[in-house]
């Protein structure tokens, strides 16, 4: 079975500290697919980052980056220098290689509070 | 282009009554999926069409239902609620095959079970 594990329930930042978001997935596959989704308080799923197994370089957009390691099951999302914009719920989800991979199971979130 | 569109936004229902949401997927996605979010459970798939199929199916008891239309539009149907159904509805869609594509969401239907 798969699993992901967000053990950060909540986080809160002042405004231009750098936050890490933790993301540990089990998954007995050895080809699977990482995301990482925004939800703000108007309930939509915003995509952020899918990776593949097969493909552990680490991703950087703008203020966003993204440090996946097969070898800890870890697929960590790192905000650089947040914003208030910044604050949501965010997802981490696996899903699989086969005919199931529209099933996405997701981790119970992170809520991120960037104040001023 | 348009994103996945889901309506109604917010209903509410009453116990025992039966509810239909709505979703469009992003043109050209052939593969729609809905998820339930609860506090409690967090989100759950719940079922994927795609051409009209059902092609895979979470683990919801057959009060919840759904069908994809030929235009790939897709309604989920939940029969006889239950204050438990309380829960944001989530449309997801991606193109034909969701292992080599982005699956993208909608804004969701926010359903109240009274």
């Known amino acids: 079975a798969q699993k992901v594990t967000q053990a950060q329930t909540e986080i809160s930042v002042v405004e231009k500290e750098d936050v890490t978001l933790d993301c540990v997935y089990e998954?007995?596959?050895?080809?699977?697919?990482l995301f990482w989704y925004k939800q703000p308080p108007s309930g939509e799923l915003v995509f952020l980052i899918r990776?593949?197994?097969?493909?552990?370089q680490n991703e950087i957009s703008g203020r966003y980056s993204w440090n996946f390691q097969k070898s800890t099951s870890s697929f960590n999302f790192t905000i650089t220098a947040s914003q208030v914009v910044d604050s949501a719920v965010y997802f981490c989800a696996l899903s699989r290689n086969t005919g199931t991979a529209s099933k996405l199971t997701f981790g119970t979130g992170t809520r991120l509070q960037v104040t001023l | 282009k348009a994103g996945v569109t889901q309506t109604p936004r917010y209903l509410i229902k009453t116990r025992g009554q039966q509810v239909t949401l709505s979703c469009s997927p992003i043109s050209g996605h052939r593969s729609v999926s809905w998820y339930q979010q609860t506090p409690g459970q967090g989100l759950q798939f719940l079922f994927e069409y795609f051409s009209e199929t059902q092609r895979n199916k979470g683990n919801f008891p057959g009060r919840f239902s759904g069908r994809q239309f030929s235009n790939s539009r897709s309604e989920m149907n939940v029969s006889t609620l239950e204050l438990g159904d309380s829960a944001l509805y989530l449309c997801a869609s991606s193109l034909e095959d969701p292992s080599w594509n982005t699956i993208y969401f909608g804004e969701g239907s926010w359903l109240t079970v009274v």
């Open positions: 990776r593949n197994s097969f493909d552990e």
């Open positions: 998954t007995r596959d050895t080809t699977y697919y």
